[in-house]
Every structure is written in structure tokens, then in C-alpha cells.
């Protein structure tokens, strides 16, 4: 195979990503791999290196893949670094499109774990050949042996084949990046071709515009170079073009069959550079694009709303430039009567939602409420007309509605099997329907559930790990849907419904919503100079009540002593006043009673999923 003068021999290069669960040591043994290589040198080194995101940095994960171009032994090694947590699944599909093997690590104390499973079968699906790697070797609690025969088992090695590392001392990494030389392949692709480049990520820099990251499959990018989108047919002059070392590095050459690297072409516009396109030069360009990558389906909706209305501008550009960078990001403007206008969000869960909500007040300032999550119903009605609801206030309050769809989940959870009774009892109790039941080892069982996703999205992650003491690990994925009797429950204020505050629900949980959220906003909006009734309602059948005392201004301080027909008179005058305040009065409910009402329990402990 031809190369240019001066590229690298596609021979010589090795493309691979680290896929792990979540707290195995992926970004720590990423840090060792770059000191020992000398890419980063010991004065620049800190810990996360590749973590650059402050978000990331605090609460100990990865939320962006990040490559990184390595030297070693005379070979160029590709490694991205990709995220555990079963919301960020689609970096780590993503990811693997532009590599020829995986590292899959496990922790040597903790052993095999749901998402563990998860990634394993991604990088199979893409085929790439994968190295089993137990990591924490150095730990006390660590049980090489044990664990490696567990994943011998799971990919069909033998239990010596395993490898042995400690990201944090660099014990065994020399051997694995040796390893990662002489067994990954190298990559294929005919160099004589039209250019063809896949997009696997794209950043939006403030001041040079979007920074797109490709894998080079045939042909050759260069710089100065006419550039042609497949998918929008946009064209653009490559002004940079380099490799990530792990700093940017322009490579004046340009990229050639094999290489991973960034472009620059300047443009401002985010929508011009997707994720999964096929970049190919437009003076040779290429007739077929590449296989680009299923599009996530958004799990849970919530609202995003500007505190102040005049941030809504700021707000849509934020969540454009953001979208960029997380292509799983799904948004559509939508208003509510209470809240004004704001965006109607996916996200592929919970941490998902609560990273993005995060990185928009951050990166971009923005003062924003959320409304609760909730997800994708479809509802038939009596007359066979089909809705999709996305949101409580699209579902049908007149007519009648005939069933209702609800989207469930194929859930995989990995715990001790001395907690089987614990974890059957909360999935039995969140309308669980039992799949299956294996044994990995004799003290580590897997179980596996059909959960519908409404009842998953709010805190079953928490209850698992409280009762379990924190050894289960839960992995989920879409398995369609099925007939639920869920019902809408509206609050009502002084009569009138408050759309941010309602929610859908199943029938049997439909009393106990009511009853909290009445009981919440008792305590959270002030009281007025009328009493205001909170109602729960399902349809017209108040379900749940709650009242808020009227503050009741002292008339009587001023008359000391006297007859007491003045005093009764002051009060009926008052009474009078009440009972016209009650008919025109608008109940003001404080922004904080909103945030307070509908913020979701804080999901900290969710991120060590």
C-alpha cells in the first residue's frame, strides 16, 4: 500500500478504546499510558488527565470520549478514552466505529458489573478484537484469580490469557501496550481511494468555530484542502488539520488511511458538522458514505426553563453549541401557562439530564428550572385516533381514552446472591416482570428484568444500592413497549391547574402523588391574604386536598376598649374583603416554591453507577 512521503505506514498504527463500568480505573490507567509514553511529561501530569471538563474533574467520571495519538515502539497508537456510566453508552458505540480493538478492564476487588456486560457486547457487535485486562492489581482486596476466570469465561479465553495492570502504579502497562502492538490489527483501507473520513465527535471553540474529529478510512485529507459533507453537501477549506498528542497538533501532511485527528474549517454553524457523516474531498469525492451510527432515542423528557425570560435566546444558542458536543441531545421549544417559554428535552436518563442542566449553567450562565422527568407515552383513544406524549399537559384531558402505551426496559442487574429477596422486592413492587436468573460465580448472581422506564428514571437506582449496601450494578436498555392503566394527576390552585405540577402515573400510585405534592406546596408558597384550597385531581375526581391558611391582618389592634358592635362590624368588613379577594385573587406562587417542587432527589450517588 502507498503512503505519502513522510505519513505514517497504516502497518505501524494500532486504534483501540479502554471500555470499563464506571469507577474501574478507565481515566486513571489513560494517565499512565501517557507518562509512559512521554506524551505528557511528569511536571504537566495530573490526574483525569483526559478529563477536561470541570464537571468530570469533581465528580470523579467521563462524560466525553477523548482520543489521544500515542508513540510507542515504533508504532502509533490510536486510544480513546470513553465513558462507563450506562447514560453516556452512545460515546462508547461511537467510539468503537473508529477503532480495531478494545481494552476491556474490570476491577480486580469488584469483578465483572452490569455495564461491564453492556460494553462487552458493544465491542463485540463491531467486532474488534478485545483484550481482557484486570486492573487494581495493587488493591488489598483485589482477587486476580478469581475475577480472571469470571471474564475467561465470559469471552471464551483461557484464564492466563487475562492481563494484570494498576493504572495508579504502572505495574503490567508496558506489557499491555505491547500487547495492544502485537494483537490489535492494524487498520485497513485503500490509500489510492477517494478520501473517506468518518466524523465520530465534534466541539464548538469560541474562537475557532467547530473542531471535528475523524478517522481517516481511505484516500487522504490534507491541508488547504476542499472538503465535501456527505450528508448536507456542504463544502469547506480545511484550514487546520492534525492529530491530538494529547494537546492539538497541526500535521501540515494531513491525515492518511488509519489516522485519527481533528479538522478545522472555521465554520460557525454547528449544524454543519454532524456526528456519523462522511467527510471526502470535493475535488475527488467519494460516491458512498460510510455506516455511520444508529441515532439514540431520547429515554426520559423534561422541561428546561430560563429563571429570567430574557435569557430564552441565550438559552436555544447554548443548547445548539451543546448539541455539537453531545449529539444525543433532543430538543423542541414548547411554553407553559406557568413557567413561559423554554425547551422540551431528551435525554438518555437521568445523569444524562442532570450533567446537561449542569454544563448549560456553567458553560453558558444560565439561571434554568427543570420540570420533572418523565417519558414517552403513547395514547389511543376511543375513536383510534394515536397520540404521543412527551409531555402531562398533551395528555387528553375530554374524550375517552381507550389504552395507554408505556415504553419498557430490559434491565440487567449484577449484585452478591445474597441480596436475590432484597432486589426482587423492588422490582417486584415497580411492576418488574421477572426474565431470567444466572450465576457467574458461586457468590455473584445477574438478573434480569422487564422494568417499565417510568418507574427506573426516579430513584430505583438509589433504593437498589441502598438495600444491596452498594454492590449492585444496574444496565438497561429500550425493549418497546407495553399496556399500562396510567392516569394524569393535575394539581389544582384556588380551583385552577397548574401545568408544571402535573405528572402521569400509574393508577395504583396515582393517591400517594397527589398526597406528597399537596403536601409539598403547602409548605412551599406563602400564604396569601385569602385561604387557597390545593387540590389532586385525576380528571373531575378530586383525589387529595391541602389548605393554605390566610394571613389574617390584625383590624381589632386599633379599637382598645369600646362597645363591642364596632369591632364585630370591622370584622364583618373584612370578612366582606376576603370573600371579593377570593374571587379576583391570583395565587402567586415564588419561583423557589417551583425549583423546590419540581427538582428531582439529587443524583450524586447515581454518578458511582
Not at 162 to 167: D, I, P, R
Not at 306 to 323: H, M, N, S, T, V
Not at 502 to 516: L, M, P, R
Request: charge should be negative; glycine fraction near 8%; aromatic fraction near 6%.
Amino acid at each position: 500500500m502507498r503512503t505519502q512521503p513522510g505519513q505514517t505506514d497504516p502497518a505501524l498504527i494500532r486504534n483501540f478504546c479502554i471500555i470499563a463500568h464506571i469507577d474501574h480505573g478507565k481515566s486513571t490507567l489513560a494517565d499512565r499510558m501517557l507518562q509512559i509514553t512521554g506524551v505528557v511529561d511528569d511536571r504537566s501530569m495530573r490526574a483525569q488527565y483526559l478529563d477536561r471538563m470541570d464537571i468530570e474533574r469533581e465528580r470523579g467520571i467521563t462524560i466525553k470520549s477523548q482520543a489521544v495519538r500515542l508513540p510507542w515502539d515504533g508504532h502509533v497508537l490510536n486510544m480513546i478514552d470513553t465513558p462507563g456510566h450506562v447514560d453516556f453508552t452512545y460515546e462508547v458505540s461511537r467510539s468503537l466505529q473508529a477503532c480495531e480493538g478494545a481494552i476491556l478492564l474490570v476491577d480486580a476487588a469488584q469483578g465483572i458489573e452490569a455495564q461491564t456486560l453492556a460494553n462487552l457486547y458493544l465491542a463485540m457487535n463491531a467486532d474488534l478484537h478485545i483484550i481482557p485486562v484486570l486492573n487494581k492489581i495493587d488493591l488489598p482486596a483485589a482477587q486476580p484469580e478469581k475475577f480472571a476466570e469470571e471474564l475467561a469465561g465470559l469471552i471464551g479465553c483461557d484464564p492466563s490469557d487475562v492481563l494484570k495492570v494498576s493504572g495508579k502504579t504502572g505495574e503490567g502497562v508496558r506489557e499491555l501496550l505491547d500487547h495492544v502492538v502485537n494483537s490489535v490489527p492494524a487498520p485497513i483501507g485503500n490509500a489510492d481511494a477517494a478520501a473517506r473520513a468518518l466524523i465520530f465527535d465534534s466541539v464548538y471553540d469560541t474562537y475557532r468555530g467547530v473542531v471535528t474529529y475523524v478517522r481517516v478510512v481511505d484516500g487522504h485529507l490534507g491541508k488547504r484542502e476542499r472538503i465535501l459533507m456527505m450528508s448536507t453537501n456542504a463544502t469547506h477549506e480545511t484550514l487546520e488539520i492534525g492529530v491530538i498528542s494529547p494537546e492539538p497538533k497541526p500535521a501540515d501532511l494531513g491525515l492518511g488511511v488509519g489516522e485519527v485527528g481533528y479538522l478545522i474549517t472555521g465554520v460557525k454553524d454547528v449544524r454543519q458538522s454532524r456526528v456519523g457523516d462522511t467527510v471526502t474531498s470535493a475535488a475527488k469525492s467519494a460516491t458512498d458514505m460510510l455506516a455511520g451510527y444508529e441515532h439514540p432515542k431520547p429515554m426520559v423528557f423534561s422541561g428546561l426553563y430560563p429563571i429570567d425570560g430574557d435569557e430564552y435566546p441565550e438559552l436555544r444558542e447554548a443548547l445548539d453549541k451543546l448539541q455539537l458536543n453531545d449529539a444525543a441531545l433532543v430538543y423542541e421549544p414548547e411554553t407553559s401557562a406557568a413557567l413561559g417559554f423554554g425547551f422540551r428535552v431528551g435525554f438518555l436518563g437521568l445523569l444524562h439530564m442532570e450533567i446537561v442542566r449542569e454544563r448549560l449553567e456553567r458553560e453558558f450562565g444560565l439561571s434554568l428550572i427543570s420540570t420533572a422527568p418523565n417519558v414517552v407515552y403513547r395514547v389511543v383513544m376511543e375513536d383510534g385516533k394515536e397520540l404521543t406524549v412527551t409531555n402531562p399537559s398533551e395528555f387528553p384531558a375530554g374524550g375517552k381514552v381507550a389504552q395507554v402505551f408505556e415504553p419498557v426496559t430490559k434491565s440487567t442487574i449484577l449484585a452478591p446472591s445474597e441480596f436475590i429477596g432484597a432486589i426482587m422486592e423492588i422490582c417486584q413492587g415497580r411492576r418488574g416482570q421477572l426474565l431470567g436468573m444466572d450465576y457467574l460465580s458461586e457468590d455473584r448472581v445477574e438478573i434480569r428484568y422487564t422494568l417499565p422506564l417510568g418507574e427506573i428514571i426516579f430513584d430505583f437506582f438509589d433504593q437498589l444500592k441502598s438495600r444491596t449496601r452498594g454492590y449492585a450494578s444496574l444496565d438497561y436498555e429500550p425493549a418497546g413497549e407495553q399496556e399500562a392503566e396510567l392516569v394524569k394527576v393535575d394539581i389544582l390552585l384556588q380551583g385552577e391547574p397548574v401545568d408544571a405540577f402535573s405528572a402521569i402515573v400509574h393508577k395504583d400510585k396515582a393517591y400517594a402523588y397527589g398526597v406528597d405534592m399537596a403536601k409539598k406546596l403547602r409548605e412551599l408558597i406563602p400564604r396569601q391574604q385569602f385561604e387557597v384550597p390545593i387540590q389532586a385531581a385525576i380528571g373531575a375526581r378530586v383525589i387529595a386536598r391541602e389548605n393554605i391558611r390566610a394571613i389574617r391582618k390584625d383590624v381589632l389592634a386599633k379599637c382598645y376598649g369600646g362597645d363591642i358592635s364596632r369591632k364585630r362590624k370591622l370584622l364583618e368588613k373584612q370578612k366582606e374583603g376576603k370573600k371579593r379577594m377570593k374571587m379576583v385573587g391570583r395565587v402567586e406562587v415564588p419561583q423557589e416554591a417551583f425549583v423546590a417542587a419540581l427538582s428531582t432527589e439529587s443524583s450524586a450517588d447515581k454518578t458511582k453507577k
